[in-house]
C-alpha cells in the first residue's frame, strides 16, 4: 500500500486516435474480413444458423430482475455470448471483459492478481462494482472486491455473461455503483454425456478440464472439474505463477410441474505466487487460498405465469499467506542481531457471506410487470494484522421493479432498493428510465439512477502498526464514514438491423462523498511514520461515449466496441492536517500531485475492441481480436512510476471441429496466439522492478474430445 492510496480512482481526459503504429494490425483485421466476405460471395460449404438473421436484440435480466429485450432495458448492457467466449481464445474469465466498452482489465503486482473495472475506473479491489454469479455476489469482506484468481467457476461452465454499464443499485443494492456484472453459467441439462480438455502452451501453461452431464425425466445434472496451472508472464522479476484445482457442480430437481429445486455447489483450492526479486520484504513464496460456495433455490410458477423465488447461499475464502512481511526494517536486514527471516511470519484471512432473498415477480395487467422482494446478508471477515477479532455486519433490503408499458411505443422502469448495511448506514437508490422505440427496431432511452457505495470494513476498522503488513500505521476514522453516492444520467439508442445491431449511449455521472486515505490524520508528530485514516474527501464527474456494433453474415460475425472518457476531480473537503502549520504545506502538494493530477490518467481515455469471427470450409474456424486501450494508471501507482503504455495487442485464433459436436468421438483442436505481433505495452507497476514489465507473446493449443 503506497503512502497516498486513493481508495478510488478517477478519470479521464479528452481521447486520441490510436497512432499510427496499428494501421499494420489493422491491416491484418481487414484483410480478415475481405476474406470473410469473399468466403460468403463464393458460397464455401459451411454451416450456419437461419437464425442469426432472424433473431431480435437479446433478451437481458440482469439490469431490472426482469427478463427483457435489450430493448427496453433501464441501462446500457453488454452481452458476452458462448460464441464470442470461444472464439476470443482466452484462458481468463477476467481477459473476456476487454470486449465491453470502457472496462479495464489490468494484473496488480504479477499475471495472477488480475483487475478488473468499469468506466475505466481502475482500481485494484474494484470496490464499486458489484459481480454476480448466476445472482450471487462475489463481492467479500474486508477489502470488498473480488477475487478473480479463485473463483469455483470455468470458462467453460458461463453461458453468457451481462455487464450493465451504470449504476444498478436499485436491483442489486450498494456497490452496484458503476455497473454490474453477471456471469450466468450452463444450465444443469445442458451438458449430455461428457467432455475432456487439454492445453498445453508457453511458459508452463497447462491446463486439464473434464465436463459431464446427464439430463433426465425429472433431474439433470452437470459437473465440471479441472486443474489449471501456468509459470505467469514474468517469472524471474514477478513469482506470479499459479495452479488451481476447480470443481463445480449444477443440478436441477422438477419437483412438480409447478416447482423447481436448483442446487449449485463449487470450490477452487490455489496455489498463487507472490514476491518480487530485488525487494527483499517480498520474498518468493506460494500463497495458498481456497474458496468454496453452495447455493439452493426453489422456484414456483403460477398458473397465470407469475413466479416466486426462494434463493439461500453461502460463500467463503480463506487464503494463507505463509511468509509475509510483518516488520519491514527486520525483512530488509536493517536491524542489528535480527536475520532478515525473523521478520517474516504467516497470516491468515477468513472471510464467509451468508444470504436469504425472496423475489417474486408478477403481471399486473396487461401492460405492467413488477418484480419485488427483500433479503438478509450476514458478512463475517478475519485479519489480524488489519484489525482486531472477527467483524460481523448483519444487513437488509427490500426492493420494487415496475415495468409500465404507456403504449406500443412508449415504456417507463421504475425502481429502487431500501437496504440497510449493519454498520449505521440506511439507504435508498432510485432509478427511472423511458424507452421510446422510434420504429420496432429502433430505440431511445433516457434514464436516471442513483446509488451508493457503503464503506467497506478495511476502510471503518482498519487499525495497523507501521512496518507491520502495511509500512505505515493506520487508525480508526476520526469522524464516522458517509457512504459515496452517484447521480447518473444517460442517454441511449438501440437499433436492429436485421444482421447488424447498434447500440451506443452518452452519460455523464456525478460522484460525491469519495473515500480516500487521510494522510497523517491520526498522528503526524513523526513525518517519517504518520498515522492515516480515511476520510469523505474528493468528488468527481464523469462524461462518456461508448458503441457497440454487432454484425453478423451467413458464416461468421464481428463485434465492434468502443468508449471515450472524460473526468474531472476535486477535493470536497480537507484532510485532516491540510492546516497544520508545519507539514500542511507538504500535504496540499501531495494530494495535488499524487490526486489531483493524476486524475486524469486513472482511465484510458479511448478503448476499444474488435473481435472477428470466420467459418470456413471443412469444419475450420478462424477468429482474431484486436484490444486497443491509451495509456492508463492503477491509483495505488504513484507519479514517481510511468503509467501503463498504450496497448493495441492483436490475439489469433485457428480451430478444427472433428466429428459431430457434443457427440461421442466429436471434439475440436485450436490453436491460440495471443499478442501474436508482440506489441509492446507495459502493465501495472508499483514499484521500480515491475514499472517496465511487457506482455510477451504466447501460444497454447487445446484439444478436446466428446465421450
Known amino acids: 500500500m503506497r503512502l497516498f492510496q486513493p481508495a478510488v480512482r478517477l478519470h479521464t481526459r479528452s481521447m486520441t486516435i490510436a497512432p499510427s503504429g496499428v494501421f499494420l494490425q489493422f491491416r491484418y483485421l481487414v484483410a480478415f474480413l475481405c476474406l470473410s466476405c469473399a468466403n460468403h460471395a463464393l458460397g464455401a460449404d459451411v454451416a450456419y444458423s437461419e437464425s442469426a438473421f432472424l433473431e431480435e436484440l437479446p433478451v437481458v435480466l440482469t439490469a431490472s430482475r426482469l427478463r427483457q429485450p435489450l430493448a427496453d432495458s433501464p441501462n446500457a448492457v453488454t452481452v458476452i455470448d458462448r460464441e464470442m467466449i470461444e472464439a476470443s481464445g482466452l484462458r481468463t474469465i477476467t481477459d473476456l471483459f476487454r470486449l465491453v466498452p470502457g472496462m479495464y ?14 468506466n475505466g475506473v481502475s482500481d485494484q479491489y474494484s470496490r464499486r462494482m458489484q459481480v454476480l454469479v448466476d445472482g450471487r455476489s462475489v463481492y467479500l469482506p ?24 451504470g449504476p444498478v443499485a436499485a436491483s442489486h443494492g450498494t456497490n452496484s455503483f458503476y455497473g ?13 454425456g461428457g467432455a475432456l480438455s487439454l492445453t498445453q502452451g508457453e511458459r508452463g501453461i497447462a491446463d486439464l478440464t473434464a465436463a459431464f452431464g446427464h439430463r433426465g425425466e425429472t433431474s439433470d445434472y452437470r459437473m465440471s472439474i479441472a486443474a489449471l496451472s501456468d509459470e505467469g508472464n514474468n517469472p524471474n522479476t514477478v513469482n506470479d505463477g499459479h495452479s488451481r484445482k476447480i470443481l463445480n457442480l449444477r443440478t436441477s430437481h422438477r419437483l412438480t410441474m409447478d416447482d423447481t429445486l436448483d442446487f449449485q455447489m463449487g470450490f477452487n483450492d490455489g496455489i498463487f505466487g507472490q514476491g518480487t526479486a530485488g525487494r527483499p520484504q517480498e520474498a518468493f513464496r506460494d500463497t495458498h487460498t481456497l474458496n468454496d460456495f453452495q447455493q439452493l433455490s426453489w422456484t414456483h410458477l403460477d398458473e397465470g ?15 494463507t499467506d505463509p511468509n509475509a512481511c510483518i516488520d519491514l526494517a527486520i525483512c530488509q536486514g536493517l536491524v542489528p542481531g535480527f536475520s532478515p527471516a525473523q521478520g517474516f511470519a504467516e497470516v491468515r ?18 401492460d405492467n410487470r413488477l418484480v419485488w422482494g427483500g433479503g438478509v446478508r450476514q458478512d463475517r471477515a478475519e485479519q489480524a494484522w488489519l484489525f482486531p477479532g472477527t467483524r460481523t455486519l448483519n444487513q437488509w433490503r427490500i426492493f420494487a421493479h415496475d415495468e409500465w408499458r404507456l403504449s406500443d411505443a412508449a415504456l417507463v422502469n421504475l425502481g429502487g432498493m431500501v437496504e440497510d448495511d449493519g454498520a449505521g448506514h440506511r439507504e435508498t437508490s432510485p432509478r427511472i428510465s423511458f424507452n421510446y422505440h422510434l420504429l420496432p427496431q429502433q430505440t431511445l432511452r433516457a434514464s436516471y439512477s442513483a446509488a451508493t457505495r457503503n464503506p467497506v470494513m478495511v476502510e471503518m476498522y482498519m487499525q495497523t502498526v507501521g512496518g507491520q503488513y502495511w509500512r505505515d500505521s493506520h487508525a480508526l476514522p476520526l469522524n464516522p464514514l458517509r457512504p459515496e453516492r452517484i447521480i ?9 438491423f436485421g444482421n447488424v445491431g447498434v447500440e451506443a449511449r452518452v452519460y455523464h455521472e456525478q460522484v460525491s462523498d469519495i473515500i480516500l486515505l487521510d494522510y497523517g490524520a491520526a498522528d503526524i508528530s513523526n513525518p517519517l511514520s504518520p498515522v492515516h485514516s480515511f476520510k469523505n474527501l474528493a468528488e468527481a464527474s464523469f462524461k462518456g461515449i461508448d458503441i457497440a456494433v454487432n454484425y453478423r453474415w451467413q458464416s461468421g460475425r464481428a463485434t465492434l466496441n468502443y468508449a471515450l472518457q472524460e473526468s474531472d476531480c476535486a477535493l470536497s473537503d480537507y484532510p485532516t492536517q491540510y492546516f497544520n502549520p508545519i507539514v500542511g504545506p507538504a500535504i496540499a502538494n501531495l494530494y495535488q500531485t499524487e490526486y489531483l493530477n493524476l486524475c486524469g490518467e486513472s482511465v484510458p481515455s479511448d478503448s476499444g475492441s474488435l473481435l472477428l469471427l470466420q467459418k470456413m470450409p471443412h469444419e475450420f474456424q478462424i477468429s482474431a481480436a484486436y484490444y486497443l486501450r491509451s495509456k492508463v494508471r492503477v491509483t495505488d501507482v504513484s507519479s514517481g512510476y510511468p503509467s501503463e503504455s498504450p496497448m493495441h495487442r492483436m490475439d489469433l485464433r485457428i480451430a478444427k471441429k472433428i466429428g459431430q459436436q457434443e457427440r461421442p468421438g466429436g471434439g475440436e483442436v485450436a490453436l491460440v496466439l495471443q499478442n501474436a505481433f508482440q506489441d509492446s505495452y507495459t502493465g501495472y507497476g508499483n514499484v521500480a522492478q515491475r514499472a517496465n514489465l511487457l506482455f510477451k507473446r504466447r501460444a497454447y493449443l487445446t484439444a478436446t474430445i466428446n465421450f
Not at 489490468?106 to 478488473?116: E, Q, S
Not at 484471512?349 to 396487461?366: F, L, V
Open 105 to 118: 482489465v489490468g494484473f496488480a503486482g504479477g499475471d495472477n492478481t488480475p483487475i478488473v473495472s468499469l
Open 142 to 165: 474486508p477489502f470488498g472486491g473480488v477475487d478473480w484468481r479463485s473463483l469455483p467457476l470455468l470458462l467453460e461452465d458461463i453461458e453468457r455473461i451481462e455487464v450493465v454499464r
Open 349 to 366: 484471512e477468513a472471510n464467509q457471506r451468508q444470504d436469504m432473498e425472496w423475489q417474486s415477480t408478477t403481471q399486473s395487467g396487461r
Open 305 to 319: 405465469g407469475d413466479e416466486n423465488r426462494l434463493t439461500w447461499y453461502r460463500a467463503s475464502r480463506h487464503s
Open 180 to 192: 454490474v456484472i453477471n456471469i450466468i453459467t450452463r444450465d444443469a441439462g445442458s451438458v449430455q
Open 488 to 496: 447518473s444520467r444517460e442517454l441511449g439508442y438501440m437499433g436492429d
